[in-house]
């Protein structure tokens, strides 16, 4: 459920030529603001059912630090250092939520070189001491009510992977320091518990691995594993039962047919776009291999993988990347986020709306050329095309829950959206309900 973070490339690669709107904000053209970095707000990492988040900050005095949020509290955003002090002229360079909500886990880093783990509310903590020198990243901690967490430390160009378990007393056991490797993920299948992890050799080949728990307290080999192409090697992936979700670059430019009519171009360059990007699954798990070549996915994927989340059970994933509309009037260039259920391959492209001079975001639509298509528009509208590291959180009958980061005001913000799939064929969506979880407007 945990998806791998990484830099977003955005490129386009199409029949043709075309004036892009890349550079404007909104469908009616507003250029957006520059975004200013002591009030960005990102990494995000939520509840399954949305209530609880952290994320991080540089918006007091240009430090780092956690914040959580907390839905059902008076104050529903507040740092984790108001509860558990930090000590001075140190910052919080990362952070994981369990899916349950129950748990958090920081790096703080500075005057003091520590793992935090603490309970939601602070009322229970536990931390490791690091070496001076240790660099950590990709923070995890397991789904599904495990008791694991994981993290990659540096030191001297060197990566280990550190695995361990915790009680509800966060009594804490090392069961694992595995050498030369990093990006650890938890998945859940069954009763089991796995961990994915990366391997590079000399060369610069990266490999996929992955480890079995067993009765032994020990993390086993398993014998598959992946070898990546170093442009995918540090681009996101998610682990769930269905596996690990990955995507990968292809060796030849795939067509795909996009919506709208853009008058000015030629036929072949309305309707066909390059897709440079797929997801792809390492079938680490005795569970049916999803097919990414279907046309259901070739339609309404985009052309770049941004991040990519799915639900512990691996029923539903999220993608969150860049693409390109071509309507009547203007190509319509974006970030957007596209909702994907695995069983069946329907995939359901998200773009944020609402109308052009109100704060809240009301609406979401499949595409936009609905909008640019008609002959008389009623309303200016507003379309949220910086869309970025979207995670899906659950989906329960047919209501969906995730979060998202936007840099719509300049500023990059956390949002939370609710809604109902009316129809997955006629891509519908009822009852958007979104909500600010950073609140840092301008």
Known sequence: MRPWIGPLALWLISCGSSSSDNDNNTATGTTAVVEDPAKVDFAPQASTDGQKAVFLS????????????????????????????IEPLTDELGTSLSDDGAWILTWRSGAKNELLLNSFDSTQKTSLELTSEARLRELTLAPSGQRFFAYTERKAGADTVFIYSFTASLGLTKEAEISGEYGAQFAVSGSDVYVFTRKADASGVVTVQYR?????????LQTGSLTLKSADAALPSAASAQGLIYPQSLD??????????????SKEYQTNVG????????QAFDTTPVDFSLELYRKNQPLTLGSVSTTADGAYMLLSGYDAWFCKNRTQSNNLMVLVRLSDGFSLPLIPTRETGTEPWTGVVAEPCSYFDQETIPKPQDFDVTTVNGQILSVNGSRVTLIFESRYTGD???????????????????????????ANHR
């Open 58 to 85: 540089r918006r007091v005095a240009g430090v780092y630090r956690v914040y959580v949020y907390n839905e059902s509290a008076a104050t529903k955003l507040t740092a984790l250092s108001e509860g558990i002090p």
């Open 412 to 438: 990059r913000e956390i949002r939370r959206l609710s809604f109902d799939v009316s129809d997955w064929t006629a891509k519908t969506y009822a009852n958007p309900v979104f909500t600010e979880i950073s």
């Open 212 to 220: 079995k728990r067993s009765a032994g307290l020990t993390w086993d």
């Open 275 to 282: 897709i440079v990007q797929e997801a792809s699954q390492f």
């Open 252 to 265: 030849a430019v795939r067509l795909k047919t996009k919506l709208g009519t853009f008058t000015t171009e």
